[in-house]
């Protein structure tokens, strides 16, 4: 796999502390994006809008799996990186093994920690170690009735 805007940990956490650096403001978020539609392209857009710099964790096979079931993820994860990496407003694309990003959140400590409108701020992961060194948490407003589940729905009832 080779693409410039995907990175394993070390190297991303290097890549944002370059960011840092130059003052730029890096904003993070997470998931699945199994499948890549209009929701997950609207948020990723509310995310950017907070800062300069938009950070995607993606989690792994295997986490996929845990979380969402065995018939999870329909694409691998080199294709859901590959997919977000294509989009514009997302700078740097990196996968993580862990349910929730916490460790990635650790390492890269972005300035804004950005999940969907449908979790409670106070419930994202990471949240609480991203505001101890004066970070913030946001939520992004959703695209109604658009989600993966909906959509994996509506071609199973088709």
Request: glycine share 10%; hydrophobic share 45%.
């Amino acid at each position: 796999m080779t693409n410039a805007k995907i990175a394993l940990r070390d190297d991303a956490a290097t890549r944002v502390g370059a960011w840092r650096a130059l003052g730029q403001t890096i904003v993070f978020t997470n998931g699945v994006f199994d499948l890549v539609h209009r929701g997950h392209v609207e948020a990723l857009a509310g995310a950017k809008a907070l800062g300069q710099r938009l950070v995607v964790g993606v989690n792994d096979d295997d986490s996929v799996r845990r979380l969402k079931g065995a018939a999870r993820p329909l694409a691998p994860l080199e294709d859901r990186m590959i997919v977000l990496a294509a989009l514009e407003t997302v700078d740097l694309v990196t996968p993580f093994a862990e349910d929730t990003p916490e460790e990635l959140i650790r390492a890269l400590r972005p300035d804004v920690l950005v999940k969907g409108s449908d979790y409670a701020v106070g419930q994202i992961a990471g949240g609480e170690f991203v505001r101890s060194y004066g970070g913030r948490v946001e939520t992004v407003e959703l695209v109604p009735g658009r989600s993966t589940t909906a959509l994996l729905e509506k071609i199973r009832n088709s």
